[in-house]
């Protein structure tokens, strides 16, 4: 069997501090096993990022990580390649610490935690954990596959790399249309780490960003294997499968994971929403109708309902914040805590809305 299944940044943890969550995510790394499972893939190569909290993982979340890993290494002819990612690090600069350690006692676990050619299925393939000196790394790991490669008996072999890594110009939030703009330092220069820098490898498959993407012919984000939150709306989650014998791709579709949906109120009937997330955005909060939909779509079995103001204008939005502030700033904080931040810091937006209010004021 040459084929492996990649697949990475699941993020474990009670995503919305909700138990029910958690066991999201737990059944879809439990699906991520039994597909390779029941495909009879024996190994399983993941990208980065398998906790999400890198210094505090509460022990439910652990254990029942490792009640899975256990399920399915137990008895079973898989290998799994842990690579890490930056949430799995506990220092953020280096690789000696990482919360996937512990799993690698299990047999069949392999925590690749340096930059380092392992040969599977016959196949050298170069890791790249996360690090904060990539063009540093990625020339060694360049004079590293070729000394490997050559001491192997058999044909020239691709350069395959599998690294959690920002590459400039990825799709960094689909929901936001933004793109990364990744700079690191190289030979005393800041350079920007375009896609022209992996040039030297046949494929590369990388975890870091969640929305899958191709970057070029060659590069790809395989994405998260289920949505994370409202920031991965609208997106297709999978695991892919890939041949290499016949370089040939499988994209396996998690179509049980909940997902998140951003909708308008006239949308709202045309989606299926139960044990979902949706986001509502109405023109006026104020409305009692507000709070009549909201009702109905949890009475319906919507797992949680945000309500959110449609676009303003500038001078609505100005108008609004003041009075916010003229009330108490402790309603701004209150807001914060019910919305959902998509990873930004709640200190800093506090402190960027009210100078931003003041300013208005002036």
Same mark, same amino acid.
């Given at each position: 069997m040459s084929k492996v299944l990649f697949w990475? %940044?699941?993020h474990v943890h009670p995503h919305k501090? @909700? #138990?029910d969550r958690l066991q999201d995510c737990i059944d879809c790394l439990d699906w991520v096993f039994? !597909? =390779?499972v029941d495909r009879e893939i024996e190994d399983i190569i993941f990208l980065g990022d398998l906790f999400h909290d890198r210094q505090k993982i509460d022990v439910l979340t652990y254990q029942k !990580?490792?009640?899975v890993f256990l399920k399915y290494l137990r008895g079973n002819r898989l290998r799994v390649w842990l690579l890490l990612g930056n949430h799995d690090l506990w220092h953020f600069q280096k690789? %000696? +610490? @990482? #919360?996937?350690h512990p799993l690698g =006692?299990?047999?069949g676990v392999y925590v690749v935690n340096s930059p380092q050619?392992? +040969?599977i299925e016959g196949y050298p393939i170069a890791f790249l954990p996360y690090t904060h000196n990539p063009v540093k790394d990625l020339e060694f790991l360049e004079g590293k596959f070729t000394t490997i490669a050559n001491g192997l008996v058999g044909d020239n072999y691709p350069r395959i790399l599998c690294g959690h890594l920002a590459v400039n110009g990825a799709l960094w939030n689909t929901k936001h249309q933004t793109f990364s703009e990744v700079i690191v330092e190289h030979d005393g220069d800041m350079v920007k780490l375009d896609p022209s820098w992996l040039d030297s490898w046949d494929r590369v498959f990388l975890g870091h960003y969640h929305a899958s993407q191709e970057l070029n012919d060659f590069?790809?984000?395989v994405g998260s294997p289920l949505q994370l939150s409202f920031g991965e709306a609208e997106q297709k989650k999978h695991v892919l499968i890939y041949d290499l014998d016949t370089k040939e791709k499988e994209y396996v579709e998690n179509q049980f994971s909940p997902k998140h949906y951003i909708l308008t109120e006239d949308r709202l009937s045309q989606q299926n929403l139960k044990d979902q997330f949706v986001r509502v955005s109405v023109e006026d909060m104020s409305a009692s109708s507000v709070v009549e939909m909201q009702k109905k779509l949890v009475d319906n079995g919507v797992k949680t309902v945000q309500i959110q103001q449609a676009p303003r204008t500038d001078e609505h939005v100005v108008i609004d914040a003041k009075a916010i502030l003229y009330k108490q700033e402790e309603m701004l904080d209150q807001y914060l805590d019910q919305v959902d931040l998509e990873g930004l810091n709640k200190k800093k937006l506090l402190t960027v809305g009210r100078k931003i209010c003041q300013g208005g004021q002036e």
């Open positions: 990475g %940044d699941i501090r @909700s #138990s039994r !597909t =390779a !990580t490792f009640e690789w %000696d +610490v @990482s #919360s996937c =006692a299990i047999e050619i392992l +040969v590069i790809e984000y």
